[in-house]
């Protein structure tokens, strides 16, 4: 048989080459998917030509920056994906986490897995679907929410032609959409916790209350804590496909974010170097924002993500 060297790499392929064998479709995932496509941030610096391609196109430095910060839609879009990324962090994040907690507390296992499965079911409805769900049901002729406010003797209220009704309406859609699927990390971070920290917090005298409050949630702090870091830095990266299929001309507004206006500038209109220069700095908006809140999370407790 071989001799390996303490800790060699030999040594250590062969005690972990199936858990590395696993890990390669990923690796493979974000080489070509996200490392191999960073290539094409020059772009933004060219005046892309699609027929002369990316290296014969003329360079022109910051001309796309200079237009994108210039521009009369700068504000308009920074507040609106930044607003819109902000009342989903405000709303969305602390979801899951109280639903966990709620289904932590639940003796009854049975009534427990059918919780979870409802709630785990939206993640896997398409936004298409979602959003058709959506106008169906706040349609103001057949709509089942306003046919209930009509039953109350008030007028009907056309909710997806409301801007100031827009970023309710896509929140509330998005907590329910996802609020089941994100509650796993925190669930697995439950079982993590040692009973007999409840069984000594029980024999003080406390309450489940106060169970849930020094025992449940100071176990899952770490959890909370990667997770807020992580949705810190997606602050700005709202999904695109819903706000796309709910935009209409009457919520403009409050509905065009950086997104669609990508959307528009690169594929509709074929100014690529425009467009991709609007995502590449949003990309660093993002990274500012996890790199601050990642040391903000360093600075006041023992977790963060380096």
Do not use: C
């Amino acid at each position: 048989m071989p001799v390996f060297k303490k800790d060699s790499f030999a040594r250590k392929w062969g005690r972990s080459k199936y858990l590395l064998l696993l890990f390669l479709p990923t690796l493979l995932y974000f080489i070509l998917f996200k490392y191999v496509p960073m290539f094409g941030v020059v772009v933004s610096f060219k005046d892309y030509n699609l027929f002369r391609g990316i290296w014969e196109s003329d360079w022109v430095g910051l001309k796309y920056y200079r237009m994108f910060f210039e521009s009369p839609d700068f504000f308009k879009l920074i507040r609106n994906t930044f607003l819109l990324g902000l009342y989903k962090l405000v709303f969305g994040f602390p979801a899951p986490i109280i639903l966990a907690l709620l289904m932590n507390e639940l003796r009854h296992m049975m009534f427990k897995r059918f919780v979870q499965t409802v709630s785990y079911l939206p993640h896997f409805i398409s936004n298409v679907v979602v959003v058709s769900m959506l106008t169906l049901f706040l349609s103001p002729s057949s709509g089942l929410i306003n046919q209930l406010i009509e039953g109350l003797g008030l007028d009907a209220i056309n909710f997806m032609a409301r801007e100031d009704m827009f970023r309710s309406i896509y929140v509330l859609s998005e907590i329910w959409q996802h609020v089941g699927w994100e509650t796993i990390i925190y669930l697995a971070a439950l079982t993590a916790i040692d009973p007999q920290l409840y069984e000594a917090a029980r024999m003080d005298g406390a309450s489940r209350w106060k169970q849930m409050l020094h025992v449940t949630l100071p176990g899952i702090r770490a959890a909370i804590i990667i997770v807020l870091i992580l949705n810190v830095g997606n602050v700005l990266e709202i999904g695109f496909e819903k706000v796309f299929l709910m935009l209409n001309p009457a919520i403009n507004g409050t509905a065009d974010i950086l997104s669609t206006f990508v959307y528009r500038t690169g594929l509709t209109q074929g100014n690529f170097s425009y467009a991709t220069s609007i995502d590449l700095f949003t990309s660093l908006i993002n990274l500012v924002f996890i790199l601050t809140a990642n040391w903000i999370s360093r600075r006041v407790s023992e977790t963060s993500l380096w």
